[in-house]
């Protein structure tokens, strides 16, 4: 797979998103971080993504919250989530656009997901 994808990766844990930020680099997609939903948004509006990585559970809007945001700016926007609150997550309402990924996030699985979600036609 061609790695020229831009994906925004949204964790408001400084190390989880710092190792993600880092295997993503790694694996040669462009990435880009923000630590909250409201950088994130500032990021989409300004800059081209292909896809969105975010926790769910954050201060402030949460990552359903920043998705149903994101794809009124970019509809095409393909999104994952991760959280390590997955029975909280999967029984809240909201729109769910992508798969849910839960903490601990293998590497091997999150690249995976991440070239499956690309691989698909949005």
Do not use: N, W
Request: aromatic share 8%; proline share 3%.
């Amino acid at each position: 797979m061609t790695r020229h994808f831009t994906i925004l990766v949204v964790e408001d844990e400084t190390t989880v998103r710092d190792f993600v930020l880092h295997l993503l680099t790694d694996k040669g997609f462009i990435v880009i971080s923000a630590q909250d939903a409201y950088e994130a948004i500032r990021v989409i509006a300004e800059r081209h993504v292909d896809l969105l990585f975010t926790d769910i559970v954050m201060p402030g809007a949460d990552g359903f919250d920043l998705a149903a945001q994101a794809k009124l700016i970019r509809p095409s926007l393909r999104v994952l989530y991760s959280t390590g609150f997955a029975d909280r997550a999967k029984g809240r309402c909201g729109p769910r656009y992508g798969k849910l990924l839960e903490k601990p996030i293998r590497a091997d699985a999150l690249v995976a997901a991440i070239e499956k979600a690309l691989g698909e036609d949005g």
